[in-house]
């Protein structure tokens, strides 16, 4: 355990599903992402939030739409999804402070598989 | 913006061999680099990681060189074993405020036994 946690671990939706993917972080971090893992990109960044702020986003397509309310919780929306977003989906966490600023802390991800 | 290339994208080796590991990067900006290892069906994890001000760190069977002039960093591991069959990734960003990695493809070593 990495005190980065994901809900849920397995998720399945059809194209003109609403679904949620959580993460939760108990490490006291300020900065959280959301990667997508997949065969042909395999550590994608999708967005980065410090401090509760969006402070990238790499030309993610507006079907995901996330949201950080506070800095331990993360969510990512999805709606009208396709078949090629799926994949597996991972979110990480990062103090952004010394002594050990840089590490991001992994969760155990959520597979997708849009239907 | 920067863009991390790594070779080879599978390596075999055998048990107690080395492995070596290669990545480049484009923007000479950047100045943290770490490397992460994916073993199946778990999540990537830091195994070590360097700065722009070191040519080279050492932990244990793992070591990691930068050359800054070349652009290019390397993960070096010693006397391999079957545990460290894994994916591994490399990584370039700017240590600064915002983690924005940009990955390496991934390698797949195999460690045989």
């Known amino acids: 355990e990495t005190g980065v946690t994901q809900t849920p671990r397995h998720l399945v939706m059809g194209m003109t599903n609403k679904k949620s993917l959580k993460c939760e972080q108990h490490?006291?971090?300020?900065?959280m992402y959301w990667y997508k893992q997949s065969a042909k990109k395999p550590l994608e960044l999708m967005f980065v939030y410090n401090f509760k702020e969006q402070t990238e986003n790499n030309s993610v397509p507006s079907r995901f739409s996330p949201e950080c309310p506070n800095s331990s919780h993360l969510f990512l929306h999805l709606h009208t999804l396709q078949p090629e977003d799926s994949a597996l989906y991972l979110c990480?966490?990062?103090?952004?402070?010394?002594?050990?600023?840089?590490?991001?802390?992994f969760g155990p991800g959520t597979r997708l598989t849009v239907l | 913006g920067e863009n991390v290339e790594q070779h080879p994208s599978t390596l075999s080796v055998q048990e107690g061999d080395s492995a070596v590991i290669k990545c480049t990067y484009s923007d000479s900006a950047s100045n943290y680099f770490p490397w992460y290892k994916q073993e199946l069906g778990k999540r990537p994890q830091l195994i070590i990681d360097?700065?722009?001000?070191?040519g080279e760190k050492k932990d244990q069977r793992i070591a990691v060189t930068l050359n800054k002039t070349a652009k290019h960093f390397s993960l070096h591991i010693t006397e391999t074993q079957p545990e460290d069959s894994a994916v591994y990734f490399c990584?370039?960003?700017?240590?600064?405020?915002?983690?924005?990695?940009?990955f390496g493809p991934g390698t797949r070593l195999s460690v045989l036994p």
């Open positions: 360097i700065r722009s001000n070191v």
């Open positions: 490490l006291g971090h300020n900065a």
């Open positions: 990480a966490s990062s103090r952004n402070s010394p002594p050990s600023y840089n590490e991001q802390f």
């Open positions: 990584a370039a960003s700017m240590a600064n405020y915002g983690q924005n990695f940009v």
